[in-house]
């Protein structure tokens, strides 16, 4: 049963009246993401820290739909925006502690930030965070991955706090990866996570980086209003193809819908050419996969997240 917005405002009133955080109603998201669209949020919600997070969420009621935002690299809001609150972590989770063989980071730390740190800490074994688009909380949950590594690799634990309010610590057993996929507890938000690292000499580190960012340089739209891999690349026993050479093949390079356009660049990213829409976008992407599944019978899945409602009542 859905709820007016009187009974809205109550509950929302009531669970973050004494938060120390920022909440805004109507908060435009399009120009947070990365593609640049997307309509607003009903209410956004910043805490200040992982203790005014769990006190809101402890007080918060389960009627009240909430979702979570990154730095909203790897998502498409759509255009008729998202219903209850949305919770974005970040100047209260962005610090990085450095030991002896790792860091400890808040989950609204950009991956590539990371990848800096541990090079000047010394630490090897973190390098293909720059090439991953995104922060450390987006990355637990989908399992990044680029260049020969990924999160389930590198993770000891993260620590979450649970739609009851529940701060937990999870090994990287518990968190159960799959190939871009976590069993992160439904509802929960990543506020730190420990990557482990191996001590190696900051010059042959930081020379890494510099290799990961020119190959992502010269193969990615990197300049463009885009998401990152737009599909998974097919499990090897249903194809040995990566899903930019099974959309290659099937003439979808340069496709266009709108102002929306799969890059000729790389054509597993899809770019805004200025005005699309996140229906564009969305249209586009599953054209793509029909066009490549008629073409070689593969079913190419979605890595990026589309999020909210298509605009208008029919919607």
Known sequence: MSLSSASMTDLVQQAFAQTRGRLTPQAPLGPRTWFRVGGAA?????PADAEDL?????????????????????VIIRDGGLDGIVIRL???FSDITVEEDGLVVGSACLDATVAEYAAQAGLAG????????GSIGG??????GAYGSDIATVLDWAEIITRDGSLIRLDAGALKFGYRRSGLPEGALVIRARLRGTPDKQADISARIAEIRAARELSQPVRARTGGSTFRNPDPDISLHKAWKLIDAAGCRGLK???AQ???KHCNFLINLGQASAADLEGLGDEV????????????????KRIGKAEGPSA
Do not use: K
């Open 90 to 92: 970040a100047r209260g």
């Open 126 to 133: 973190l390098e293909f965070l720059a090439g991953i688009p």
């Open 262 to 264: 799969v890059s000729e």
């Open 289 to 304: 996969r029909h066009r490549v599944a008629q073409q070689s019978g593969v079913q190419l899945h979605w890595e990026i």
């Open 257 to 259: 819908r709108g102002d």
């Open 139 to 144: 990355a637990v949950r989908m399992n990044a």
């Open 42 to 46: 009903e209410w956004l919600y910043q």
């Open 54 to 74: 769990a006190s809101v969420m402890q007080r918060l009621s389960p009627e009240l739909p909430v979702t979570a935002l990154g730095a909203c690299s790897n």
